[in-house]
């Protein structure tokens, strides 16, 4: 089973333009990460945001956690060409090391 | 430089062999990880390793081994009972200690032909 579940699956944009996804997950977590993958490479961190946090920035991420919605968003502004990737959220499980990742949202910035 | 390294990029298996994939880290983690990513459906875990000598199933374990006998090594076995092994699979590790920021090795893809 998997915990995170992306929203939406993919999504297509403009460069300059900003690009939000979404991710929900199922039971209680200790902090949410989110990843970008370019195509058939490993998947690199992007930014980590713990459960008693609502809102974290990192250049032009932005990430907010609603812990009692059980959801998160990774808002990504003035986009290029060059954040073309899947981009994933990954939740730990309370109590272990387990690392649960989502299905990804596929971002396509058009030049 | 430090790192986590995956070996081979590209494996081919002939139906009922088993194959082994690497997984190289000089991070000094204590946390590693083996995921399976097929199209459409996301990373899933396969199994993880907390410390030396001790490893958990993950939610698609059934198929696969795994020994952790050197901090630094967490090989892969993908064996003739799983039954679709054809995939992209990804090794990663964290230091495990509340910092679960995870590194991903470039992956290997298996065929079966």
């Known amino acids: 089973s998997q915990q995170g579940e992306e929203d939406p699956q993919a999504l297509s944009i403009q460069e300059g333009e900003n690009a939000t996804m979404n991710c929900s997950y199922k039971?209680?977590?200790?902090?949410l990460q989110w990843y970008r993958q370019n195509s058939g490479r490993g998947l690199v961190h992007l930014i980590l945001i713990r459960s008693n946090e609502r809102e974290k920035h990192s250049g032009r991420l932005r990430v907010t956690l609603d812990t009692s919605k059980k959801s998160s968003s990774l808002l990504i502004t003035a986009s290029r060409a060059a954040d073309t990737a899947s981009y994933f959220c990954?939740?730990?499980?309370?109590?272990?090391?387990?690392?649960?990742f989502g299905k990804g949202t596929k971002l396509t910035v058009n030049p | 430089d430090g790192g986590i390294t995956q070996s081979p990029k590209y494996l081919f298996r002939k139906e009922g062999q088993n194959v082994t994939l690497s997984c190289e880290q000089n991070l000094n983690h204590d946390a590693m990880y083996w995921y399976r990513q097929d199209p459409g459906q996301g990373l899933r875990l396969i199994y993880y390793s907390q410390i030396v000598n001790d490893f958990q199933k993950g939610d698609i374990a059934e198929g696969y081994s795994v020994s952790r006998e050197k901090k630094e090594s967490f090989p892969l076995t993908v064996t003739s009972a799983q039954k679709n092994p054809t995939a992209f699979y990804l090794c990663a590790s964290s230091t495990g200690q509340g910092l679960p920021e995870a590194f991903f090795g470039q992956g290997t893809r298996l065929t079966v032909v």
């Open positions: 039971t209680s977590i200790n902090n």
């Open positions: 990954a939740t730990d499980v309370s109590g272990s090391e387990k690392l649960v």
